[in-house]
Antibody
Framework: EVQLLESGGGLVQPGGSLRLSCTAS????????MNWVRQAPGKGLEWVSG????????YYADSVKGRFTIARDNSKNTLFLQMNSLRAEDTAVYFC??????????????WGQGTMVTVSS | DIQMTQSPSSLSASVGDRVTITCRAS??????LNWYQQKPGKAPKFLIH???NLQSGVPSRFSGSGSGTDFTLTISSLQPEDFATYYC?????????FGGGTKVEIK
């Protein structure tokens, strides 16, 4: 069974940084594109960023472009999200998501349990 | 960006009812429309791919249809485990966008 396990969330002050990690087990994640999707408390789902299976191509929502960086280490089946210049509106549960294929915009097949990021002074 | 609008935002239904949720895209997305189910405190679950393809393990009471701008998710006979929030998502073009969700509650 494929499992995704996120870590790295927590409380950070506005303007601060956090690095999220997501480790995949039960599958070779390098065959699939990966994404981060977030959900603010009591709100809907928002796509944040995506990365191709090789890691060569990355994509970002306008709301995080220039502040967040997605990366992956396929040798360790691990996905990262480096979040800088954090704002209160970045407060959310962040889900690591594996697509159903190598296509970045294919369906979101496997989800992690999520890690909470709270930006507050 | 493509805007996804779901209706209704919430509904109350009884076990055994037929439930239909609508999702409308702000421009044509062919059949690049996916559906997810989310229960409180849990991650979303992938239900339907490209408008009508039921994912493995999803009960056959769920079905999806539509193309272009208008799509529907139908639950033919609502079961207790189906009470949840449902989201549509377009995968036609980046940025990938979700509908606002439809909360299905017990009447």
């Amino acid at each position: 069974e494929v499992q995704l396990l996120e870590s790295g969330g927590g409380l950070v002050q506005p303007g601060g940084s956090l690095r999220l990690s997501c480790t995949a087990s039960g599958i070779t994640s390098s065959n699939y594109a990966m994404n981060w999707v977030r959900q603010a408390p009591g709100k809907g789902l928002e796509w944040v960023s995506g990365i191709s299976d090789s890691g060569a191509t990355t994509y970002y929502a306008d709301s995080v472009k220039g502040r967040f960086t997605i990366a992956r280490d396929n040798s360790k089946n691990t996905l990262f999200l480096q979040m800088n210049s954090l704002r209160a509106e970045d407060t959310a549960v962040y889900f690591c998501v594996q697509t159903r294929s190598s296509g970045i915009s294919d369906g979101f097949d496997v989800w992690g349990q999520g890690t909470m990021v709270t930006v507050s002074s | 960006d493509i805007q996804m609008t779901q209706s209704p935002s919430s509904l109350s239904a009884s076990v055994g009812d037929r439930v239909t949720i609508t999702c409308r895209a702000s421009q044509s997305i062919s059949t690049y429309l996916n559906w997810y189910q989310q229960k409180p405190g849990k991650a979303p679950k992938f239900l339907i791919h490209v408008a009508s393809n039921l994912q493995s393990g999803v009960p056959s009471r769920f079905s999806g249809s539509g193309s272009g701008t208008d799509f529907t998710l139908t639950i033919s006979s609502l079961q207790p485990e189906d009470f949840a929030t449902y989201y549509c998502q377009q995968s036609y073009i980046l940025p990938l966008t979700f509908g606002g969700g439809t909360k299905v509650e017990i009447k």
